[in-house]
């Protein structure tokens, strides 16, 4: 406490003895208009008999005598184009044709295409500099102006020559592709459970993905496993489960795909396929222009896994604690009939199917949208089965609100066409209507039948309601998709004939109340066998009573009804916050009985949380459980328990995480979309520096390097240092960094983190003078101090046995060297000096092109 109360009152010290150069510094550039020029020409006269400094003629005041003047060289700026941030980047200023003591920045081709400037305007800008640097005055009210204190180059544009840009969306020309890397992405999942009258049963389960970078290029491979301890034919497997490989054709506004993939539509029932496919990217749209993502609700009975897999697949599992969950970070390409398992720990499972809904399949007016794939259908295990087959659809944009599309899926044996219409009904909502034809050829003879549906869609505004998805589906007999048809020609029978589907998705709030409602209902039935019906409904409710604020209560239920067996349940919840805390009742109810629990909640930090509950079973067992969570820098962690007296005992063991490996540097992280985009971070080879992107904060690892996962695609993605927890003896004078990535790339954005002291210093030359009054100290193309009167220095970033440039004249003149062994504390009777070593022509020449 001592040592920083000398070191605070040693800053006021110093700043009070040499204030007079801030002072007139400022009171001199604050005089000056702001100024749109095309380079700054406003000169600066100082009166120099303001400066209270003993040497009148050793004063050099160059680098201030013009608005925004900057000394020619190399400098790493990061560039601000309007309030966009482009990565840092090394910029050359050269003097001003003309008048050697003016300069501008030399903006290259490959910077200005980042700039968004729109086609016909880029064609009409010049060049100077051997077409090395833009023209400024090309560009109609184009500004630039640097600031080496901060370390930004401004760059201002008339909107209206640049691209279109939306909130956090930027146009194709600043997306990156990334640089080019591995990913090793995984989640674990481990229980040991032991029931009464029975031996102890471990399973460990994990799913995941190894991936690769190269250039646009994204080179995949996902696996899963699973060991059981119960013996038994799956007890233990491990396979890759798919190899594909894709990129974005971001002048198509559109994605290809290679490999073992699944046929994206919006027409026909997706279903695997290996070959290779060419589609529009809605992603690649501005972010109001994108579709609809899945998801899946239900209640778990017991702390439960969830698996989520499609023919086979795995493409969620994650472990919930006992009560309602909703799953909505589903990928908006997963479509047609997911599998879903909660598998409870207390043995149970519950299975039930979710068919994904596309809404109406409308586009803009004037656009098409197309899907093409080519190939044959895959099975598990990479096998094949089926002729070559083929599919297009397309989507086109009529004037006023209407979108005709149909689509085409053919092979040898097997053809399925559609057509239909969509409406954009403005205040009514959206709806399409289409049609299909199939006809194929199996064992049976050849079938032939149509299927019919209708999609609706509308958030109501007035009454703040949200239909996501509503629609009916009716299909004939007769009717085949692709993977009827398939397994009717592996098994040499028919598969399963649906018949009507409806689907319904309702949001709905109730201010006036504080209420709030979800609605998911879906009705399936078949030609040959019993129909499954599941619907689930939950409303919520914040209330205050007295004292105690932000009361919620919450009722959940559900009605499943799958291959003939029909399960119910509810759940009743009420919750009391208490300040980072909460504890809470609740009552569920099910096939096996009621259960009962009070529950105590807390937030550790922002970091960790946990949840312990106790109750009673309605036969009147005591039961227990506990569920802990930990958002690591290095990974997800989840760990929990539960028990039911005289039933059974199991705990449980969870971790998400990803390791990213490139030619700048590696780390490990957390991740949940795997293989999904990611921003590597590099703080200057400083451990241990707070970066915010994505919820809690990550911090850099002993290489000073950091991975922020799940960052968006094609939006524009901001990460930054947390300057109020960084230590004292770190400078970070640009924090934020932004960037806009593709798909799956692994971003890269280097921090400038100045590491070391800060001390005051005395310059001397040999002869025993001092540089001039103004002159700069430079380290690695920074500024880390001016000298003011008699050589005194106030230096940042001062680390043991750096040297540093002193620079005055418009070029290096000479150069310190920091001892070894720095003053512990700063104070104004520990002041060092540093003699200053005068440099070459040629060093001084080599040095200043390598700033």
Known sequence: MESKAKQKFSVREYVQRYHFLAFSIGLSLGSIPLINEVYAAKTID?????????????????????????????????????????????????????DEKDSFACLTPELVGQFGLKPDVLKKVSWVNNNQCLDI???????????????????????????????????????????????????LNGTTSKASHSSQRDNLSGNGLLGANLGAWRLRAEWQMQHDSTPGPSASMASWSRFYAYRALTGLQAKMVMGETYLDSSIFDS????????????????????EYAPEVSGVAKTNAKIVISQQGRVIYESQVAAGPFRIQDLSSAVSGT?????????????????????????????????????????????????????????????????????????????????????????????????????????????????????????RFESIDSQVT??????????????????????????GESGKELYTVTVNKHFYDWGLSGYLNYSHQTYWDKPGNDRWSVSLARSFSMGSFKNL????????????????????????????????????????????????????????????????????????????????????????????????????????????????????????NN????????????????????????????AFGKAVIGDVNSYYRNTASIDINQISDTLEVPQPVAQITMTEGAIGFRKFSVISGMKLLAVIRLADGTTPPFGASVMFNGRETGIVNDEGNVWLSGVQPGVVMNVRWSGENKCAVTLPMKLPETLAADNTILLPCILLTENSAKSDASAL
């Open 46 to 98: 100082f009166n120099t008999d303001v400066l209270d400094v003993n040497d009148r003629n050793n004063i050099d005041l160059s680098q201030f005598s013009r608005a925004g003047y900057i000394m020619p060289g190399n400098y790493l700026f990061v560039v601000r184009v309007n309030d966009n941030d482009l990565p840092e980047t090394s910029l050359q200023f050269l003097p001003v044709p003309g």
């Open 137 to 187: 005055a090309s560009v109609p009210g184009m500004t630039v102006r640097g600031d080496v204190g901060t370390a930004m180059l401004y760059v201002s544009i008339p909107q209206a020559w640049l691209e279109y840009t939306a909130a956090n969306w930027d146009p194709p020309s600043r997306w990156a592709d990334g640089i080019a890397g591995l990913m090793l992405d995984y989640n």
């Open 271 to 290: 279903f695997g396929f290996t070959g290779a496919s060419l589609a529009s990217d809605d992603n690649q749209l501005a972010p109001n222009l994108r």
């Open 338 to 458: 997911l599998n879903v398992r909660v598998e409870e720990q207390d043995g149970s499972v519950q299975t039930f199917q979710v068919d994904t809904a596309n809404i109406p399949y409308l586009t803009r007016p004037g656009r098409v949208r197309y899907k093409f794939a080519m190939g044959r259908a895959s099975r598990e295990r990479h096998q094949v089965e089926g002729p070559l087959f083929a599919s297009g659809e397309f989507s086109w944009g009529v004037a006023n609100g209407w979108s005709l599309y149909n689509g085409l899926l053919s092979n040898s044996e097997y053809s399925a066409v559609s057509a239909g219409i969509g409406r954009d009904l403005m205040m009514l909502g959206a709806i399409s209507i289409d049609a299909t034809q199939s006809h194929a050829r199996i064992a049976e003879g050849t079938k032939t039948g149509g299927s019919y549906r209708i999609s609706y869609s509308k």
């Open 469 to 494: 998805f509503a629609g009916y589906r009716f299909s004939q007999r007769n009717f085949m998709n692709m993977s009827q048809y398939l397994e009717a020609r592996r098994r040499r029978g028919r």
């Open 552 to 671: 919620n209560v919450n009722l959940s239920a559900y009605r499943q009804l799958y291959n003939g067996k029909k399960d119910d349940g509810a759940w009743l919840s009420l919750s009391v916050p208490l300040g980072s805390n909460s504890v809470s009742y609740s009552l569920q109810n099910n096939e096996n009985g009621t259960t009962q629990n009070a529950s105590w909640y807390s937030r550790l930090d922002e970091r960790n949380s946990m949840n312990v509950s106790a109750g009673l079973t309605n036969q009147g067992r005591s039961t227990g459980s506990a569920y802990y969570t930990h958002n690591g820098s290095l990974a997800d962690i989840t760990a929990n328990g539960s028990y039911t007296a005289g039933q059974y005992s199991a705990i449980g063991l969870g971790a998400t995480g990803g390791v990213t490996l490139t030619s700048e540097g590696m780390a490990a992280h957390r991740i």
């Open 674 to 701: 795997f293989g999904g985009t990611r921003l590597l971070i590099d703080t200057d080879g400083v451990a241990d520096v707070p970066i915010r992107g994505y919820g809690v904060p990550t911090r850099s690892n």
